[in-house]
């Protein structure tokens, strides 16, 4: 019903700059928060940042200063600058949507991997 399609991942050295997109498309009525997850193996998946419909934004301490979550509508972005190679992981974005149907689900991306190297 609903896809996310995220791209901007890549290669990075530390202290450089990439940007993240994710695109929601399909039967949407409305979408609440779409926020930014990353994963490393053997480690749950955490938070990076995650923004409302009207704006309000909150992010993971590790982040804060150096990564800014903004959104159009459907499509939500990760700048992420000043990276370090701890910011290394498979970036996943999500998204809380209401359906056509009126139905409010979580929906995920298929993941980008982020490589910081020192």
């Known amino acids: 019903q609903v896809q996310l399609v995220e791209s901007g991942g890549g290669l990075v050295q530390a202290g450089g700059s990439l940007r993240l997109s994710c695109a929601a498309s399909?039967?949407?009525?409305?979408?609440?928060?779409m926020g930014w997850y990353r994963q490393t193996p053997g480690k749950q998946r955490e938070l990076v940042a995650i923004?409302?419909?009207?704006?309000s934004t909150n992010y993971a301490d590790s982040v804060k200063g150096r990564f800014t979550i903004s959104r159009d509508k459907y499509t939500v972005y990760l700048q992420m600058n000043s990276l370090k190679p701890e910011d290394t992981a498979v970036y996943y974005c999500?998204?809380?949507?209401?359906?056509?149907?009126?139905?409010?689900?979580?929906?995920w991306g298929q993941g980008t991997q982020v490589t910081v190297s020192s």
């Open positions: 399909g039967l949407i009525f409305s979408i609440n928060a």
């Open positions: 923004m409302s419909s009207k704006g």
């Open positions: 999500n998204a809380n949507v209401v359906t056509l149907d009126f139905r409010s689900s979580d929906y």
